[in-house]
């Protein structure tokens, strides 16, 4: 790639974050393929991420990758609960990191929306009888919807090993060669859910104030942290927003960054929704950027965003805008593996391609 460092960044200038630089700011955001058995990467996994990385891309991102097996979306996730998992992985991160990007990893446990079918079979929750495990949540409510399951309400020796969970997962996640790794607080999963007012009705120290709902994150990312290398970037992905008047709102995003900077976090990953399904969302390219740039600037932290980006200006004036440091594309990088070498052209950069591909791009 070019070097063209400006006094502005742009979407094709390196970004490093303590010891990790991406060659360029756009990212694979972690999207759930629901084609891993056991937990177990396969060639589909190798395949689809190593041509993102192919393709150009700074960093590539493992989808929500399960710490425990009830922390699965549905029975074709990934996992890191064994050892197991380790080698199939760690031959997709020397892959991608071969062919220039860094391979990242989110890691995650679903809360009340896991034991889901898969998502082309009408991803509603699972019975024992079809392979489906019971659920567990901060508090007993069920998502809605497709998703009937009630959960049943967490005890805190659970929600310690969960944490420890993270904690192993993390360890895995290093020995499989990942030099980027994320901690999955999204989209109505389990961090989510203690998070939301809307799905938090703990009386104990784990519910009701601010403190108390960001605790188990907290927690659980200064864990992470210690076993996580200081040289190595951590990031969270958070829902924003509820989407909800009564439920978790951009200032509380604001405050939980502050937080999370303090423990050591490098980037929050700022998507938005998914914790209720009644939410009203208007969604339009870009809807999510403010979120990221307010987070950005109100808690002084490097930020990525994602959503219905497609356009290459789009994202190059996300990052000279000083929006987002890091734009994450998801159904683009599944139409177009090429999206960056594509978007280098249309914006007047130079992508160095693999020797492979040096006479056609």
Not at 41 to 69: F, K, M, Q
Not at 140 to 150: C, D, N, R, Y
Not at 261 to 285: F, H, Q, R, W
């Amino acid at each position: 790639m070019e070097n063209n460092l400006t006094s502005t960044p742009h979407l094709f200038s390196p970004l490093t974050i303590r010891s990790v630089t991406l060659r360029n700011r756009i990212g694979v955001s972690p999207m759930c393929q629901y084609s891993a058995t056991d937990g177990v990467a396969n060639d589909w996994h190798y395949v689809h991420l190593g041509s993102r990385a192919v393709g150009g891309a700074g960093l590539v991102i493992v989808e929500a990758t399960g710490v425990a097996p009830e922390g699965r979306i549905t029975p074709g996730c990934l996992g890191l609960w064994g050892e197991q998992h380790i080698e199939p992985l760690a031959r997709i991160a020397k892959f991608v990191k071969a062919h220039g990007a860094v391979a990242g990893i989110q890691i995650a446990h679903a809360g009340r929306k896991a034991s889901a079918d898969l998502p082309w079979n009408g991803g509603a929750h699972l019975s024992a009888a079809q392979g489906g495990w019971e659920t567990i949540a901060p508090s007993a409510i069920a998502f809605g919807g497709e998703l009937t399951k009630v959960p049943r309400a967490m005890t805190e020796a659970e929600i310690v090993r969960v944490q420890n969970d993270f904690v192993a997962a993390a360890k895995r996640a290093l020995t499989a060669g990942f030099e980027w790794l994320e901690l999955h607080a999204a989209h109505g999963y389990l961090f989510n859910e203690f998070l939301s007012p809307l799905t938090n009705q703990r009386t104990d120290k784990y519910g009701g104030s601010f403190e108390n709902r960001t605790r188990l994150l907290l927690d659980t990312t200064r864990a992470v942290r210690k076993v996580w290398p200081d040289h190595l970037p951590l990031a969270v992905r958070i829902s924003a927003t509820d989407w909800r008047e009564d439920g978790w709102q951009i200032e509380d995003s604001i405050a939980l960054a502050k937080l999370l900077k303090a423990e050591g976090v490098d980037l929050m990953d700022c998507s938005s929704g998914g914790v209720v399904p009644d939410a009203k969302i208007t969604v339009k390219p870009g809807y999510q950027v403010p979120f990221a740039e307010k987070v950005r600037h109100g808690a002084g932290i490097a930020t990525a965003t994602v959503g219905f980006i497609t356009e290459p200006k789009l994202a190059d004036d996300i990052v000279r805008n000083g929006q987002a440091d890091v734009v994450l594309l998801a159904r683009q990088m599944l139409v177009d593996p090429y999206w960056p070498a594509h978007a280098a052209k249309a914006l007047g950069h130079k992508l160095t391609p693999p020797n492979q591909y040096a006479r056609a791009w």
